[in-house]
């Protein structure tokens, strides 16, 4: 399998369990912008609005909306970026991180079913390939 098709593959993956998620989860269907914001962010830490946006795939003018709402709810914190002041960084707060995590635990069953598939072996490896991605997209996100 080429590179593009492994990628390619896991936003499948990704796509379909999100899918998945927000049928069997009620909460997620009624906010499922700002729950993939809280979940998107609670997974990187602080990142620019301008990758964020790219990252939810929205119009920046659609992020801006979507945060101010969150910035009322006081779940996130938006900073201007240390280097480029054409942008804002952008945080979960404590009460974001708490609902960040009472989203995504309502969601255990999506994750219980997305995991049946592997046997204990392969949810250590794909826990090791997972955390070596996020750090290198990390490591990534510090060089800017």
Same mark, same amino acid.
């Not at 480029?84 to 804002?88: A, E, K, Q, V």
């Given at each position: =399998?080429?590179d593009?098709?492994? /990628?390619?593959? !896991?936003?499948?993956?990704?796509? /379909? ?29 602080? /990142? ?17 909306e979507?945060?101010?709402? =969150? ?12 280097e ?5 960084m ?6 974001g991180?708490?609902e ?6 309502s969601?255990?069953?999506?994750? /219980? ?7 204990e072996?392969?949810?250590m490896? !794909? ?10 997209y990390?490591?990534?996100?510090q060089?800017?």
């Open positions: =399998m080429s593009r098709e492994l /990628v390619e593959l !896991f936003h499948d993956v990704a796509r /379909v369990s999100h899918q998945r998620e927000v049928r069997n989860n009620d909460a997620l269907a009624r906010g499922s912008g700002q729950s993939r914001c809280l979940l998107t962010l609670s997974g990187l830490g602080p /990142v620019s609005q301008r990758r964020l946006a790219a990252i939810l795939d929205i119009r920046s003018a659609s992020l801006s979507l945060l101010g709402k =969150m910035e009322a709810r006081g779940w996130i914190a938006r900073t201007p970026h240390p480029d002041g054409r942008t804002y952008v945080a979960l707060t404590e009460g991180k708490a960040a995590l009472r989203r995504r635990s969601g255990n069953d999506a994750s /219980v079913e997305l995991l049946a598939a592997l046997d072996n392969q949810r490896q !794909f826990e090791e390939i997972l955390s070596a991605i996020k750090r290198h990390q490591e990534l996100d060089n800017r």
